[in-house]
């Protein structure tokens, strides 16, 4: 069973940064994607960033020159470093893996916790 566990989430002040991390419990060396995405109370879950296998990105309009996602493929990690941070940025975080190959499992992370507040 592939887990993935996220940390560093927590309270920010705006204009603060966080870095969120991202540990998979299984090899991320091969065909794959991995993403974060966030909730808000009452709204839907969200894409936030990408990355491929060989480090291609896609950021959401809203946090694009704000965040940057990155990963480490020898540690299984992938992590999304966060600034300028805005009220309109809390929400649970939740990290994400799509396998490229066959049969194209996908995982989710348990969410972290983000607050943008003063």
């Known amino acids: 069973q592939v887990q993935l566990v996220e940390s560093g989430g927590g309270l920010v002040q705006p204009g603060g940064s966080l870095r969120l991390s991202c540990a998979a419990s299984?090899?991320?060396?091969?065909?794959?994607?991995m993403a974060w995405y966030r909730q808000a109370p009452g709204k839907q879950r969200d894409l936030v960033a990408t990355?491929?296998?060989?480090?291609?990105?896609n950021y959401a309009d809203s946090v694009k020159g704000r965040f940057t996602i990155s990963r480490d493929n020898a540690k299984s990690t992938v992590f999304l470093q966060m600034n300028s941070l805005k009220p309109e940025d809390t929400a649970v975080y939740y990290c994400?893996?799509?396998?490229?190959?066959?049969?194209?499992?996908?995982?989710w992370g348990q969410g972290t916790q983000v607050t943008v507040s003063s």
């Open positions: 994400y893996l799509k396998f490229d190959l066959p049969p194209y499992n996908t995982y």
């Open positions: 299984v090899s991320i060396f091969g065909l794959n994607v």
């Open positions: 990355i491929t296998r060989g480090g291609s990105t």
